[in-house]
DNA sequence: TTGAAAGCGCTAACAT
DNA sequence: ATGTTAGCGCTTTCAA
């Protein structure tokens, strides 16, 4: 049961003051090499490394990132999750990870929590969250990023995908796809990512003369989706949409089961169906979802370059809401324009 | 830009000392109610929490558990991180994640970088270990457990499900089953988990008087496993497996859709696929799949307790090796002995 | 019960 | 370049 070695003690090894072994640790510090030798030498020895949360306690930079995160249910998340710790990890920094429900009490307290943690900054993914908090935190002088969501609170950075300009391009392709009745499933509609899909898909629908045949809602859940497609679909063939735009695709699976092993309806042949998100599962053969990509690369990117400039210089950095683009991958679940090839 | 608010800061509005503040934070320490009251107005008027970090520093616990992980694309991982996250969340720890490449070097470089955050533990999630590290840990004083990897290092927990009676049950299933040529994708042979199934699979079948009819490597991965599918089921039908054990259920998607979508052939008519893990899609209408259960909650609960029982007393406890037995879910992927029916 | 004081392991002036 | 010193915000003796 070998004892935490100290700097002083490698200090003392070594001959030197307890300072020289911190500035032999801290990059940039002026040191001989010759001191910088013994003081390294005897660091290996006694198995030294720096103590990350006294370090934090001096400096006031602790270098973790809390992530607050409601389910990892949908697989965008778990991707997400991977790329962010990737990305955070080569800037020197952690992710300390914070599960909460989606309600407000429950936010709020796990936003305090986080805070007791002293970390650099917060990413917020899918969760909403009270101007009360965001403010707390502006106080604090911690940056937040909500990561998939956005919200109309002043000087809150958000990264999403264009969803509103994905909901349009859904319906553009539906309806050169010649489609005559075209559905939505909706997601939660608490949730800035269901409406801004909506918004765009209407909005372009509209713009073309059509609208929307006939709607459900999903929920972003896998049994409520289900029960929706199920009230969507049982009519007969004239009666039923031939296309329906589900708000994500987790949700989309599930829809897509349904219609073909519960109502015997053939996929794109009696009715196309369209996602959102492209995770992995979407481009599996048995499902092989026509989906609008959210490019979790580049939103990762932004999350961690909205992070790190405020981390870095807090006076200048102005708040962004950003939306990325990203493409519709057309594959096999929904009947296309003529002259296009599916996937 | 608020500052940060400190105890002495509460103490003087208060008009007590910085101690006494401290006191009426910490639970089970002696103040009187009228100093409690004082304090917590004083308190929740200027938003003062106390720092978890300074706490840490003081206590030497720093209530954060570190989390080592490969990669989160097999689907039963984030199931795990968000149940081991609220696990831990109950008893007032918080999980830091690592990602990790798979190799030696990358491991110990990330396994100090661990131990710089003054972690109370670490849990390893499908990554190995040198055995270096392993008392490197030890002497630190602080506890590793292994999960979804067992490792013969002494003195290391590990919590797995009962890979080699699983592997048992489902040779024990494909023969009842009346299958003729018997076969298996491994997963990486590095894993435990998959020597374990494949040793259980094949001790199971020798009992029996049979053997592996053929045996491909899928790596737990997807396009691996595929091009072992092909290769696999390219031959006549006399020729070839009338049943695969596929070494996860992540594989064996890949595996159902060659067959289906590539090959023209039905499942379970002409072949009967089993996996392991059943994560989510494994229930899917698509895939249906036969598969060993791995019973996450149960692993959680495991690890978290033994976690807990080291950290709270590091003399007493004793190292473990828990294989959590679960049941093997009986889908349509695979045909069934007469008398059962599929669910 | 309460306050004063020491100290957790480190960094950052400040002097030399 | 290096040692000395003063904290970072807290918990925990030790006295009172």
Redesign the interface.
């Known amino acids: 049961?070998?004892e935490?070695v100290t700097s002083l003690q490698v200090a003392e090894r070594a001959g030197v003051s307890q300072s020289a072994v911190s500035r032999v640790f801290t990059p940039g510090a002026s040191v001989s090499s010759k001191t910088a030798d013994k003081v390294r030498k005897a660091a290996s020895e006694l198995?030294y490394?720096?103590?990350?949360?006294?370090r934090?306690?001096v400096k006031?930079k602790?270098r973790?990132i809390g992530l607050v995160v409601a389910?990892?249910?949908n697989?965008f998340?778990?991707?997400t999750?991977?790329k962010l710790?990737?990305a955070l990890?080569e800037q020197g920094y952690?992710?300390?990870?914070?599960?909460t429900k989606q309600t407000a009490q429950n936010i709020d307290d796990v936003m305090?929590?986080i805070?007791?943690?002293?970390v650099d900054g917060i990413v917020m993914a899918s969760v909403a969250m009270s101007s009360d908090i965001a403010s707390?935190c502006q106080?604090?002088?911690v940056p937040i990023v909500l990561f998939n969501r956005s919200q109309d609170i002043d000087g809150i950075t958000s990264v999403t995908s264009d969803n509103y300009a994905g909901g349009r391009k859904i319906a553009q392709f539906l309806v050169e796809g010649e489609h005559e009745r075209i559905a939505y499933i909706a997601g939660w509609d608490g949730a800035s990512t269901q409406r801004d899909r909506e918004a765009g898909f209407r909005a372009a629908l509209q713009e073309m003369g059509r609208e929307i045949f006939a709607r459900e809602e999903g929920n972003f859940q896998t049994e409520t989706a289900r029960a929706a497609a199920r009230k969507m679909f049982s009519a007969a063939a004239e009666a039923r949409p031939d296309a329906v735009f589900v708000a994500n695709d987790h949700m989309a699976?599930?829809v897509?089961?349904v219609l073909?092993?519960?109502l015997g309806l053939r996929v794109p042949e009696d009715v196309s169906v369209v996602g959102y998100d492209d995770v992995?599962?979407s481009s599996?053969?048995?499902?092989n979802l026509t989906t609008m990509r959210q490019r979790a690369n580049a939103m990762v990117e932004e999350t961690v370059d909205a992070l790190m400039s405020h981390i870095q210089s807090?006076e200048e950095a102005r708040p962004r809401r950003v939306a990325i683009d990203g493409p519709l991958v057309v594959r096999g679940s929904a009947r296309v324009p003529n002259e296009q090839k599916k996937a």
Chains 1, 2 share one sequence.
């Open positions: 049961m070998a935490k198995g490394r720096p103590n990350v949360l006294a934090a306690m006031g602790s973790i389910y990892l249910e697989f998340y778990p991707e999750l991977e710790s990737n990890q952690h992710v300390l990870v914070f599960m305090e929590e805070l007791d943690y002293q707390r106080q604090a002088g699976f599930a897509m089961d073909r092993h519960e992995p599962p599996w053969p048995s499902y807090p």
